[in-house]
Each structure stands twice: as C-alpha cells, then as structure tokens.
C-alpha cells in the first residue's frame, strides 16, 4: 500500500503542470508556447556607426551607445550568433553573451568597444650609433623569435643600419653600412632569414659602382659580406625590393633600374654556389604596343602556392602604369618570365601597384595600388590565378580609410587583410598622417584599426606618424609595422605594435 500511494503523489505535479500550461502558465498564449525569439542587448564605448550582424545575415547598425534588438527573430531551439559587420572608426569591438540556442528572448548580448591602441616599441634616435630613418621596409620574424628590420639613415657612417628588435622591444644595431670603399649603403626593404639564421638584404646605393649591393650578415658576430655589386647593365641597378627565398633555397630579386634596356632586373641568386644569375631584363615602354613588357619592378617577391613567383612592376605594361609578372623557378633564363596581367587605367581600377602580393587562403593573390580607384586614392586589389585578372577589391575614399596605401598587404588569423595607408585618415578633427585598415577577402571594409595623429597635435615628440611599409603578425598575434616620423624629439619615427 506504501508503494502504491508513493507512485500516485509522484503523478500530482504533472497534472498541476499540464493544468498551470493550459492556463497560460511559461509565457504562452493560448496554450502553445512561442515559436521564436528576439535577440538584443547592449553596446557602449563607440562613436561613429557600428553594424552588428546575428547568424552572419540579420543586420543592424547603431548610431549612438544603447540598448538594440535585432528585427527577425529566431526560431525555439534555434542558434544565434551575434557578431561585429562593421567597426566603428578606429576602434575594436568585443562581444559577451554574443552566441547560444533560443529558448527564449534574449536581451544580455553585450557589445564593447573601445579605440584600436597602438604601442610604440622603440623611437628612432639621432646619435650616431642609433637606427634613423625608414624610406620602405617591413620587419621580418625570425626562426629565433627576434625582429630584423633597416633603416636608411643613421648608424656608425650615418648610411643605415641592419637591426634587431626582442620581443620586449630592445633594439640592438646589428651592422652599420658604409664601413667599407665598396660597401652599401642605404638599405631598402627588410633582410630575409636564411636557412643558418644569417641575414639577406639590398641596398638602394652603394658599392663599388654606387649602384647598389646583394648583401649578407651573420647577427652573431655582424660580419658583412657583399654578394652582388650590381654595375648597371648585365645585373641591373639599384634594388629597392627585399629579396625572396624561394623553396629551392635561392634568393629572388629585382632591381628598380638598369638591365639591358634600362627598366630593371629579375634576378636569383644560388647560395649554394655562390652564383648570380639575370632572369629577365625588362623592356617597359621600349616594346611595341602588342607586345608591351613591365618596368621598373617594384618591392617584394612572392611564392605562391603554385610554385611560381609573382612581382609587381610601377610603370610599363599596355597603358604604362604597371602590372603583375610571374617566373617558374627552374624554366630556364629565357622562357620562365610571363606578364600576368597590366593595369588598364579604367576608371575604378588600380594602378600604380606598390609593395609585394599576398596569398590568401582562397588561392588568390591581394596587392595595393598607390593611386586608382573611383577617387584615385589608391586601391586593394585581387589577382585570380586561374584566369589571370585583375579585379578591384577595395576602393580607399580618402576619408576616415585614409589613402596612398603602401606596402605588402598582411593576413590576418581571422583571414582579413590589414593594409596600411601612408596618408589621411581623420585624426579628431583634421586629417591624419596614415591609417591601418581591416578589410575582408569580399572586399569590406571592417574597420579602420588605427589613425595616426596629424602634425599639430602635440603628436610630433610623442606619438608615432606617417606610417611605411605593410605589417607582420607577431607570434603572439599582435600587428607589427614601422613608422617614418615622429615617436620622440628627434621625429625620427620608430616601431610600433597594435593589439
């Protein structure tokens, strides 16, 4: 009799519940309960419009710090993914309480945002032994976790320097050129890590000819040692891009002028033999029409995935304002070399392309332009690799994006581009001196990262100015990137890290 009367008490709270839901009892109406949900929360710490997305599609922007609800609502037992379309300007947004399954509304997703922070690293100084002055370069990473990077100015002979940089940020000058009659001088562009941890690297000028020199250093000892003294003709002049070492263990380069029609060099280099090598002299304007070549090539050189090398040129190519060249290693000095494609100078479209290529995951290739584009402020653009064309990803304004971006676009862990842009930006109430931006592989811009400060506001001796170069993603995920002037009283500029 005791089980019996245990099992019927156990059946009174499901009547009472069956009873307490046919009353209206959990929220729903007319005895069913709701079939979908609203989702919202709050965000604070922006100025500017923010564009927040749920599930990556449901759209909603936010003029002012408040409370938001998005307008489609999400089926009972659903997800909901809330997410940041678009930062506001020069800031970075952070979400909590941002994904889950609807079981009911939702009204605690937190949006906060705050501006991008840069940090400044190491300002460059005036004395005769310290770094000075950036013209182009980005830093290299090392297999040993320090940073090498050049500036063109400074050091023992006040012609450059090759330096390294910890983690924590202290700078050690590795070499001074100009030590020597024939040395090099004014590096360009940032040293290559070889395979034995030495350093590889150009300089613009210099040399037995003054026309530039291949160099290599050991960072432990800061012995240098001149590979190439180009002379201007057979093996081209004044290298400007950084060297590549390509999968073969070869160094790839190029020189901006000279060869046998005066438009530049594509070279290698085997650091096994110690043997230089001219790939191809390009022609620029010095060719019919119909069969138009590239000039003067320009910044870095890259592998892709393919296997082949891809460089861009500023001048030559059909309408004369460059375009996108590639080598197959091991073809041979005669038939490795083929245009890909030149920019046209139609209206929206890039040209004048600055700073070397960049990969994505989805195979194709991704450069900035320094002019071009709807407003010629410049432009990111895409290379197709299967059919290769040129198509404009991303058209700067001019505004708060900045213009004239400059350098190697950088990938980021998140798959976005970070591009700097050398000049613009708004800087509180008036333009500043450069930007870093985030866009994405689709071509939107997702926020402006950082604006540099414009001369006049007190930022001269402070804060860091007229950015150069692309960035590099540390090993801890930060952005790594060099600046010309500013960051101290000598204005010199320095490095700089953004979180």
Known sequence: ?????????????????????????????????????????????????????DNGSDSLSLSQPGTFTFAKKVASGSPYAVSVGMYPPAQYCSIANGSGT?????????????PGTLKTLYTFGS?????????????TLGADGNYYGTTS??????????????????????????????????????PVYGPKGNLYGVTASGGSNGLGTLYE????TGQETVLVDFNGTADGSNP????????????YGTTEGGG?????????????TNTFTALHDFAGGNLPAANQDLGQPHRSLMQATNGLIYGTTLRGGADGIGGVYQWAPGSGATNGYQVVASFTGATGQPAHPVGGLVQSSNGELYGVSLSGGTGNHGTIYSVNLTNNTISTLYDFTG??????PNGTPCIGSDGNLYVVAGQGGLSGATTGTGTVDEVSTAGVLQRVVYTFPATGQGSTGQQLQSPVAGLIVGANGFLYGLAATGGGSTGGGGIYQID
Do not use: W
């Open 1 to 53: 009799m005791k089980a019996i009367r245990h099992i019927a008490l156990l059946g009174i709270p499901t009547v009472l519940c069956a009873t307490l839901a046919a009353c209206g009892g959990g929220g729903g109406g007319g005895g069913s309960s709701p079939s979908s949900f609203s989702i919202g929360g709050s965000a604070s710490g922006f100025t500017g419009v923010l564009q927040l997305l």
């Open 102 to 114: 609807a079981k009911a509304n939702v009204s605690n997703v937190g949006v906060s945002c705050a």
């Open 127 to 139: 004395t005769t032994q310290a770094p000075v002055g950036v013209l182009d370069g980005d830093l």
């Open 153 to 190: 100015q400074g050091g023992a002979k006040g012609e450059g320097t090759l330096f390294k940089m910890t983690p924590a940020g202290q700078v050690t000058v590795l070499y001074s050129f100009g030590m020597a009659a024939n040395d090099g001088t004014n590096p360009y562009g940032r």
């Open 217 to 220: 250093v050991d960072p432990a």
């Open 240 to 251: 400007i891009g950084s060297p590549l070492l390509g999968s073969n263990g070869k160094l």
């Open 260 to 272: 046998q029609l005066g438009e530049g060099v594509l070279y290698d280099y085997d650091l096994a």
């Open 399 to 404: 505004g708060q994006d900045g213009e004239a």
